[in-house]
């Protein structure tokens, strides 16, 4: 995506200040990502077509595009919640549709604990795979909290891992 859409549609903490021209980040957020990070859109988009359409089978039409609101929206208000009680750990805008692959991640977790996974040299159950990741996501929110975090939205793949995980309840 183009900078300047990106920048438009950005999560951006302003909004909680009155910037209602941050307003379209609410659920923009998740259309667009960075353009300066190929790797890591071609792996959310690898990981979308992997475990997507399971979860669009379980949930079909309405209620799947149900679930992808609810997701986008629990992204949002974890991190304006975050960034208004942490402003300087989690208070820059966010982009990306990470939470979404969380959250499709963790639906089949739940689901399908047992199914395997081939990952090129190994295997490895579902639950597994979903923990690992899940940790790999706890221990960045740590390292942010601590000042020592990067540049992912760790908090929105959290959000959406529960979000996942729960609606699969």
């Not at 990470?98 to 199914?115: L, M, W």
């Not at 899940?134 to 891992?161: K, N, Q, S, T, Y």
Request: glycine share 10%.
């Amino acid at each position: 995506a183009d900078a300047g859409l990106s920048e438009f549609l950005a999560l951006d903490p302003a909004l909680l200040r009155g910037d209602w021209a941050a307003l379209p980040g609410l659920v923009g957020y998740a259309l667009v990502h960075s353009p300066l990070d190929v790797l890591h859109v071609a792996f959310n988009a690898y990981l979308l077509f992997v475990f997507g359409p399971e979860v669009e089978t379980l949930y079909p039409k309405k209620r799947f595009l149900k679930f992808l609101l609810v997701v986008v929206l629990a992204g949002a208000a974890v991190h304006l919640l975050l960034s208004w009680a942490a402003p300087r750990d989690f208070g820059s805008a966010v982009v990306g549709g990470s939470g979404i692959v969380s959250a499709v991640i963790a639906v089949n977790a739940a689901v399908y604990p047992d199914r395997v996974l081939n990952l090129i040299l190994l295997q490895v159950r579902m639950i597994r795979f979903f923990q690992v990741l899940l940790v790999l996501d706890i221990l960045g929110f740590l390292a942010v909290a601590a000042h020592r975090g990067g540049m992912v939205a760790v908090d929105v793949h959290l959000a959406g891992a529960a979000v996942g995980w729960t609606w699969a309840g």
